[in-house]
Structure formats: structure tokens, C-alpha cells
């Protein structure tokens, strides 16, 4: 059954956007003109609940927000990062609906068992946990309802609020990070792009073995119901207590599951956090949701190594290099130190050949220290436009980073680099990025 992105969808959404919105709006005017103090926990859980009953690109954006430094009381961020692995899931009454929609009145003979209560849900639909006639055990990944039409409604939406976020803050130029979202926001509502996605790094990680990735039921899936292999597995955030030895392991392989396809293929999976791993019986890492994948050209990830090479040596023609091959323009020296304030932080673990902590402080979201000084200094600089590789490039690696502070990992990062990066050339990620790439279908 086709799902169209139609106009009456779309003004439906407009109207439950604004009215969220404004709800929103009314609070932070209360803060100004009624000091109210919205850094209340009252306060942020209604926010955080408003956003995400609203589900769809908002509340992804949401998320993003509760990394960016300064914008929202730390109530607000640490209650929006919760969004990523407890949003409102759809009502059984919905997910009955849009099973139909997918497979058919018959759906229900397609399952031995098909639970009613989502295992988890997120921004842009929720996960079933399911068992097919066959009695393999499957994991049922169904879009909410009219997510084509509410990403139309909403980028709109999101396009006037960043010209206004813009016309105050001048510190960033936000239409090629509009432009980014933009263009993955659509690639995840197509759930067979998300199959070859996740084909592409099954032959990336076949090597790999600590790497589980699940395979898909394709002849039961449709381009919003993506069934696949149901991976066992405990939470990340069950390790915190584990042993040093335990909490090390899983960070190689953690690093190693994001950073291997990088290097070798010019390839992330660009949407890091806890709720997209889980740790098997044997300590391997199984890696979920491949809807926000991001491919480079392999001369971006040369820009990613020179640069790192460059501010070891401290040779600044070379570091203005290689920020133009990431895709910054008309850098000078002024702008060159202030993104090397950046640059140097995302770096740090690997400059040493040591045995160290991701960053010093276990608190808060990795870098928003470091994070809240650059933008301040980028206030007042001008407005810097950050290319479009660098953001999902930027928030994967806050991500990843965040995980490893909840994991208080103790490892030598600069060994698991240079040993990732030691056979490193151009043409060597062209040919493997065609070869995984072909292997998926893309």
C-alpha cells in the first residue's frame, strides 16, 4: 500500500507542529517575562514529552540540540538525549494499522508470536519483537504513520527556525548543515536504502568478528517495515560496573565498529549512541540502525588524516590544507586557531602513544567544555560556513566519544589509530568503498 506525501498530511502536521511549538514558545516566554526557571526538572520533562509524542524529524532534531553547547540548560540536554532510547512509542492500535498498511490484511499469519509492546522506539518509528513461522526470532522495524509528509512539514518548519536561530547568532552559517539534515532525514524513511545499507556494512565488518550485524528477511519487508534478525544482547549502560579488563575490550570494539569502515571505506554509520549497541554473551558488539549512513569521497578521509599529522607537527600551511580538503573556505590564521581548538580536542587520544581516558572529566556530554569556547570565540570571529561532511563527521565522533566516558575505558587510542590508518591510501579506500558498495546494491 503506497504511503503518499500528500498535502492534507502535510497541513495535519503543520497544525500539531505549531501547536507543540507554541505550547514550547509559551514556556520559554514564561521564563523571560514571568521568571519562571525552565531549568526545572518539571519543566524539561514536559518539553522533552512534548517533543517526543511529536515524533519525526523534530525530535531527531531535538537530539542533535542537546549536544550543541549553550543552547539548552543542562536539564533540558541530559532530558533530550533520553529521547534517543525512550521516546512514546505508537499505540497497538497504530502499529495493527500500519502492519496492515505494509503487508496486508493477512499480516498476523506472516508471525508465530508479534509483541504488542515496542522494545524500543525512536524518532521515526519503533521495534517490534517478533517470532516468523519459520520460528526464527525477528526484530520488526516499522515506521510511524505519514513520516514522508511530517519530514516535508517539518523541514519546512525547521528551515524558518534556523534563519531566525541565524539572525541572532552569527557565529555559524547553517544552511550547509540545513542541507546535511535534510538530505539524511529523507534517506531514512527509505527502509530498503537502510537494507542495502546494512548489507554494505556486513561485507565492510565480514572480517570482523566481534562485529554482529543482523541480516534482513527481505521478502517481508517493504520500504517502511524492515524485519531483521533479532540479536541478543544486554545494554551498553549495564557495563558501567563491569571489570576495567570488560569495559576495555568492549571500547576497542566499539572503536573499531565506527572507525574501521571510516578509514578503509570511507564509510560511517552516523548515528552513534548507547541505544545502537548491545553486548552479546560473548562480549561482541551487535550494531543497530544503518538509516543515517554517511558516504565519503576518499579524499575527505586523506583531509582527516593529513590534518591529524599536520597539528601533530604543528605545520600550519598544512593544517589550512587540510581544512579546505574537509571543505572549510577562506581560512586564515585567526579562524585556523580557532577551529584548532576543535580540531586539537577530537584529536587529543591520539597525539600520545599512551594508555589514557577519552577526556579528563567523566560529567557532561563529551567536549561541551571545549565545544562552548569555540563558539564563543566563533561569535566573534563571523560567521564561519561548516562544509557538509563535517557535521555528521562531528556529531559521530561526539557520539562514539560520550560512550566511551560512560564506559570510563582506559586504552592506548593512538595504537588502535595508527594501526587502522598504517596501510591507508586513496586509491586502497576507492576500490574497497566500490567493492562494499556493489555488494549492497548502492
Known amino acids: ?31 523571560k517575562y514571568l521568571n519562571f526557571d525552565l531549568s526545572d526538572q518539571k519543566y524539561a520533562a514536559q518539553i522533552t514529552e512534548i517533543l517526543g509524542n511529536l515524533k519525526g524529524p523534530l525530535m531527531k532534531v531535538a537530539q542533535l540540540s542537546a549536544t550543541i553547547p549553550d543552547l539548552l540548560p543542562e536539564e533540558y540536554a541530559r532530558k533530550l538525549a533520553e529521547l534517543q532510547s525512550n521516546a512514546p512509542p505508537m499505540s497497538w492500535v497504530f502499529v495493527k494499522r500500519r502492519m496492515k498498511a505494509e503487508l496486508g490484511d493477512d499480516w498476523e499469519n506472516h508471525f508465530l508470536q508479534f509483541d504488542k509492546e515496542a522494545s524500543f522506539a525512536a524518532s521515526l518509528g519503533q521495534v ?19 513520516m514522508s509528509s511530517a519530514v516535508e512539514a517539518d523541514l519546512s518548519q525547521l528551515k524558518i527556525i534556523f534563519k531566525i536561530y541565524s539572525s541572532y547568532n552569527k557565529s555559524i552559517q547553517i544552511r550547509e548543515i540545513y ?9 531514512e524513511l527509505d527502509y530498503r536504502l537502510e537494507y542495502k545499507h546494512l548489507k554494505a556494512f556486513r561485507s565492510i565488518h565480514e572480517k570482523n568478528s566481534y562485529i554482529k550485524i543482523p541480516r534482513v528477511y527481505e521478502k517481508v519487508s517493504t520500504n517502511r517495515l524492515l524485519i ?42 552516523g548515528d552513534p549512541h548507547l541505544g545502537n549497541y548491545s553486548v552479546d ?11 543515517c549512513v554517511r558516504i565519503f569521497p576518499p579524499k575527505f578521509v586523506k583531509g ?25 573556505k577562506n581560512i586564515d590564521d585567526k579562524l585556523m586557531n580557532v577551529l584548532n581548538k576543535w580540531a586539537l580536542f577530537l584529536y587529543d ?21 571545549i565545544a562552548g569556547e569555540v563558539h564563543k570565540e566563533l561569535k566573534k570571529y563571523g560567521g564561519v560556513k561548516p562544509p557538509r561532511e563535517f557535521v555528521f563527521m562531528d556529531r559521530a565522533a561526539v557520539g562514539l566519544g560520550s560512550i566511551f566516558i560512560h564506559l570510563k575505558a582506559e586504552i592506548n587510542w593512538y595504537r588502535l589509530f595508527h594501526e587502522l590508518i598504517r596501510d591507508f591510501s586513496v586509491t586502497n579506500v576507492e576500490k574497497s568503498q566500490k567493492k562494499a558498495l556493489k555488494a549492497a546494491g548502492i
Open 349 to 369: 587520544p591520539i597525539l600520545k602513544d599512551e594508555v589514557r581516558r577519552i577526556q579528563d572529566s567523566d560529567s557532561g556530554i563529551y567536549g561541551a567544555k
Open 281 to 291: 554473551k560473548n562480549n561482541n558488539i551487535n550494531l543497530f540502525d544503518y538509516g
Open 179 to 187: 542541507k546535511e539534515i535534510e538530505a539524511r532525514l529523507k534517506e
Open 1 to 31: 500500500m503506497k504511503e503518499d506525501n500528500n498535502l492534507v498530511s502535510r497541513v495535519k502536521r503543520y497544525s500539531k507542529v505549531t501547536t507543540s511549538l507554541t505550547s514550547l514558545a509559551t514556556k520559554f516566554a514564561g521564563k
Open 228 to 269: 531483521m534478525e533479532f540479536l541478543e544482547g544486554k545494554k551498553l549502560i549495564e557495563f558501567k560496573k563491569a571489570p576495567q579488563k570488560v569495559r576495555n575490550e568492549l571500547a576497542k570494539k566499539l572503536f573499531m565498529a565506527w572507525y574501521y569502515p571510516f578509514y578503509k571505506y570511507g564509510i560511517i554509520h
Open 304 to 328: 582527516v588524516i593529513d590534518l591529524y599529522f599536520a597539528l601533530k607537527e604543528k605545520d600550519n600551511k598544512k593544517i589550512k590544507l587540510a581544512y579546505e580538503v574537509w571543505g572549510f
Open 128 to 146: 517490534h519483537k517478533a517470532k516468523l513461522l519459520n520460528k526464527d526470532k525477528v526484530a520488526c522495524k516499522l515506521q510511524y504513520p505519514d
